[in-house]
């Protein structure tokens, strides 16, 4: 079993930044791809971006050029680093991690959730 921890979320206004964070622990074995994802009230959950083990990325058009994913392979931790934040950044975000235990079988884990609001 492995135990996702989000920290970071919080209020910020328009044009800033703030930081999210992503630590797994637990019985891990091999992490592959760790992703965050977002939802906002009355909308679908969206992936916002995904990084690979090797560090491939890819992101939602809506938040090219202003965040950034990165991974800590040591410290099984994804990060997503948001900058010129918008009003319609505001959702609460998940991190979803890859994980393949012993024998190469697939698990799929989320975090809890932490609420991002961008004040206008």
């Known amino acids: 079993q492995v135990q996702l921890v989000e920290s970071g979320g919080g209020l910020v206004q328009a044009g800033g930044s703030r930081g999210l964070s992503c630590a797994a622990s637990g019985r891990i074995f091999t992490i592959d791809n760790m992703a965050w994802y977002r939802q906002a009230p009355g909308k679908q959950r969206e992936l916002v971006a995904v990084?690979?083990?090797?560090?491939?990325?890819n992101y939602a058009d809506s938040v090219k050029g202003r965040f950034t994913i990165s991974r800590d392979n040591a410290k099984n931790t994804v990060y997503l680093q948001m900058n010129s934040l918008k009003p319609e950044d505001t959702a609460v975000y998940y991190c979803?991690?890859?994980?393949?235990?012993?024998?190469?079988?697939?698990?799929?884990?989320w975090g809890q959730g932490t609420q991002v609001t961008v004040s206008s």
């Open positions: 979803n991690v890859i994980h393949y235990r012993v024998g190469m079988i697939r698990e799929d884990y």
């Open positions: 990084i690979s083990r090797g560090g491939s990325t």
